[in-house]
T-cell receptor, first 116, second 113 residues
Framework: DTAVSQTPKYLVTQMGNDKSIKCEQN?????MYWYKQDSKKFLKIMFSYNNKELIINETVPNRFSPKSPDKAHLNLHINSLELGDSAVYFC???????????????FGPGTRLTVL | AQSVAQPEDQVNVAEGNPLTVKCTYS??????LFWYVQYPNRGLQFLLKYITGDNLVKGSYGFEAEFNKSQTSFHLKKPSALVSDSALYFC???????????FGKGTMLLVSP
């Protein structure tokens, strides 16, 4: 009965490769997010989708492309991976429209990406 | 712009003693404040939030937080710390006119036996 799940948990790849991370939530939430946590544990929003529509794109390189096939899924595809992309990527979801500031965001377990 | 400050990188406390993890914020309009905990190699777990109403908010695992509007603070507290409380704690804020949640840099809590 996992609420927000991500696959894979670990991803090790070479520079220049393309990779995808998948996220699914079974909470019935309308909004999903991708966050990046760097080596200093700093968390930064990357994208937000509401009902399959992109709401937030926080100056992320266009090598990163989110895709939401339905409101329960938000995948992250990364092209031409660079060393600086190494981080932990967290998916999250919240109940209502992304404009509802009071909604709690629930996080997945994270995907640790290592680019060699 | 909205921002969160967690002034302590690390807080050390002995088991059984009370603990406080500090957080101050800056935001225009009404703040919505959150605390999350991250255990090693795990995702963030929601602890509690302040939306409106009573300034003392109670959350999971015996944690509580006090909203202080005049001091723009939202400190996390627990009356009696457990070794299992050792983790990284994040404070986050979202203003009513903002589209994103902004996190502090995190405070590592270490509870010694």
């Amino acid at each position: 009965d996992t609420a927000v799940s991500q696959t894979p948990k670990y991803l090790v790849t070479q520079m220049g490769n393309d990779k995808s991370i998948k996220c699914e939530q079974n909470l019935g939430h309308d909004t999903m997010y991708w966050y990046k946590q760097d080596s200093k544990k700093f968390l930064k929003i990357m994208f937000s989708y509401n009902n399959k529509e992109l709401i937030i794109n926080e100056t992320v390189p266009n090598r990163f492309s989110p895709k939401s096939p339905d409101k329960a899924h938000l995948n992250l595809h990364i092209n031409s991976l660079e060393l600086g992309d190494s981080a932990v990527y967290f998916c999250a979801s919240s109940q209502g429209p992304s404009g509802r500031a009071s909604d709690t965001q629930y996080f997945g377990p994270g995907t640790r990406l290592t680019v060699l | 712009a909205q921002s969160v400050a967690q002034p302590e990188d690390q807080v050390n406390v002995a088991e059984g003693n009370p603990l406080t993890v500090k957080c101050t914020y800056s935001v225009s309009g009404n703040p919505y404040l959150f605390w999350y905990v991250q255990y090693p190699n795990r995702g963030l777990q929601f602890l509690l939030k302040y939306i409106t109403g009573d300034n003392l908010v109670k959350g999971s695992y015996g944690f509580e937080a006090e909203f202080n509007k005049s001091q723009t603070s939202f400190h996390l507290k627990k009356p009696s710390a457990l070794v299992s409380d050792s983790a990284l704690y994040f404070c986050a804020v979202r203003g009513s006119g903002y589209s994103t949640l902004t996190f502090g840099k995190g405070t590592m809590l270490l509870v010694s036996p």
